[in-house]
């Protein structure tokens, strides 16, 4: 255990942060091998996870060249492709959806004006509601419970809100995954509603209306198709105080909660332009005549989150001060609180850079680069598509593998939903799905329950009884069989990690799934998550384990034997 976190677990003495020698920023690349090596996974990861990349993000000029990246290399690896018209790419349909600045509504005659008086945020589902003949009523303070609305009184208006006083401080930095778990507003009695306006002051006004152009990778939505999964939305106006009066009919200082307005017409009118959004997928063909219509599809997911909104950080002291959080309330779950103690603790977290800095300048950091998440699981993938690739026809498995780098995750499971929807090999034929996403750290100094055999698995047996049991007989067949922890499998946890990546879209449609990561740390979700801090080694061993698995089911006389209950495709998922 290094110095910093022995000084981390005495949580209630100002905690002294002192800096790690990592591996190198930049790694000079060399020429792959077939076999799986942690050699090979530093030169691809970092090239995936390069600032170049500009954090991957879904519709961004970074995501087209990290997709560029992994065709090359299936490409060179003589896969056969299986994306859209013989290529390796499967184009999932998503816009970026900005507000038309030409919009305007009306009150008793009275125009208001795009970005003169409102701008509306583009809505992350599918279509907005319609505002026009909605009345207006007054919410009161945003996020304010007293004496609240009923729903009879909200249902179909578009209520105005005065915007909440800034509060200190937010929560620590995890951000969530994608899947089909919860999101919703806080009071339920909003539901009904038409749509929300949130007055701004005058200052503020000016800087959301410059905003209202969306940046690159923001204000995107999927396309899916699926009316059931994304139904319209209300709509989110940002107001000035003049446009508040006119829609009120009063000043606002005279309006009460619940207070009727006037009636609006008119309508939001948005812009919506395709943007980059791709699978990658690429099939090794099975040996056997027969078997090799069967597929073992093997999974990670090519996006990460982008730029941080936030504009640049020091890296280093958020590294360290990262990993001394993550040390201190890194198992605290979702929607649970830390303890005072732990709080207590993270306010006395001291980063003391003085070692680094003989090292180092100040390094300003605004790419999130995902090396672990999903980099780790992409790069992997791509090593068993390596070695699968070097083997002779004749003793390449009986059942053909499908190589899926999925986009979107992070943005709700876009493309593996896309792919669920519109296999490119026939979806009864997928007999398994083997989904990494985040197998490059795991250490101890990561995560109290982790070390060089740590594996967390989720979903192993949750269709399949034998897929899950197989996994385990290929463990210990390991030169160094992993740690299995599957706490995060359990019904009800509250990370529901089961729902929360790629791999349930398989799952929603019958096909039993292997998850397997080495969990959470401090850097997650952060401009922090840099190749440097990855543990080649333990990843390495994890790809061989997943190569082994594949091999097992590719070969397998019988497809895994699903003794469990299906899931509804279209449902929910609560794990
Ligand atoms: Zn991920």
């Known amino acids: 255990m290094s110095l910093s976190r022995l000084i981390a677990s005495i949580a209630l003495v100002p905690a002294i942060g002192v800096a790690q020698v990592a591996l190198p920023l930049k790694h000079k690349p060399v020429p792959t091998k077939p076999a799986i090596t942690a050699t090979d996974l530093m030169t691809r990861l970092y090239i995936f996870a390069d600032d170049s990349m500009q954090g991957r993000q879904t519709g961004t000029a970074g995501h087209v060249k990290a997709t560029a990246y992994i065709a090359a290399q299936v490409k060179a690896l003589g896969l056969k492709p299986a994306g859209d018209n013989g290529g390796y790419f499967q184009n999932v349909p998503v816009v970026q959806r900005s507000f038309d600045p030409t919009s305007t509504i009306s009150v008793d005659g009275a125009a208001l004006y795009g970005i003169k008086d409102f701008v509306a945020g583009g809505g992350r589902g599918g279509a907005s509601r319609s505002i026009d003949g909605a009345q207006v009523i007054y919410g009161g303070v945003a996020g304010d419970t007293l004496n609240p609305l009923t729903v009879d009184q909200l249902r179909g208006k578009l209520v105005i809100f005065s915007a909440a006083p800034p509060q200190a401080g937010g929560r620590d930095g995890r951000a969530g995954g994608g899947g089909r778990g919860g999101r919703g507003n806080a009071n339920p009695a909003m539901s009904d509603v038409a749509g929300t306006a949130t007055i701004t002051s005058d200052s503020l006004f000016l800087i959301a209306a410059r905003n209202s152009a969306p940046r690159s990778g923001t204000g995107l939505v999927f396309q899916s198709g699926d009316a059931a999964v994304t139904p319209p939305a209300a709509g989110a106006l940002t107001i000035s105080m003049k446009a508040a009066e006119v829609l009120l009919g009063m000043p606002v200082a005279q309006a009460q909660k619940g207070t009727l307005g006037k009636i609006v017409r008119g309508s939001l009118k948005f812009i919506e332009s395709p943007v980059p959004a791709r699978n990658v997928v690429a099939i090794l063909e099975g040996s056997d005549p027969k078997l090799r219509n069967e597929f073992v599809a093997v999974g990670a997911h090519n996006d990460h989150i982008g730029m941080r909104a936030g504009g640049p950080v020091d890296h280093d002291s958020l590294h360290i001060y990262n990993e001394m959080r993550f040390a201190i309330t890194g198992m605290v779950a979702r929607g ?28 300003l950091d605004s790419i999130s680069n995902g090396a672990d998440d999903d980099g780790s699981g992409s790069v992997t993938v791509l090593e068993l598509a390596e070695k699968f690739a070097s083997l002779p026809k004749a003793k390449r498995p009986k059942r053909s ?22 296999p490119t090999v026939p979806r009864e034929s997928i007999v398994a799905q083997l989904n990494m996403d985040m197998v490059g750290r795991g250490e101890k100094s990561d995560l109290p329950v982790g070390g060089p055999d740590y594996l967390a698995l989720v979903g192993s047996r949750r269709l399949s009884t034998e897929l899950g049991d197989l996994f385990e007989t290929v463990n210990k067949l390991q030169k160094m069989p992993f740690r299995l922890d599957y706490q995060f499998d359990a019904n009800g946890h509250p990370e529901n990690i089961y729902c929360r990546s790629d791999h349930y879209e398989y799952a929603r449609y019958g096909i039993p799934i292997v998850f397997a990561t080495t969990g959470l740390h401090g850097d997650y979700h952060q401009v922090t998550d840099e190749p440097q801090y990855i543990s080649y080694d333990h990843m390495a061993r994890i790809g061989k384990l997943m190569y082994d698995m594949a091999v097992r089911v590719a070969n397998l006389n019988h497809r895994p034997m699903i003794d469990k209950s299906l899931p509804d495709p279209k449902g929910r998922c609560q794990q």
Do not use: M
């Open 336 to 363: 649970q609180q830390a303890t005072p103690e732990q709080l207590e603790a993270v306010r006395n977290i001291r980063v003391n850079l003085d070692s680094i800095r003989k090292l180092r300048p100040v390094r």
């Open 401 to 422: 593998i499908v190589f899926v780098w999925h986009v979107g995750e992070e943005n709700g499971l876009w493309g593996s939903q896309w792919f669920t929807d519109h």
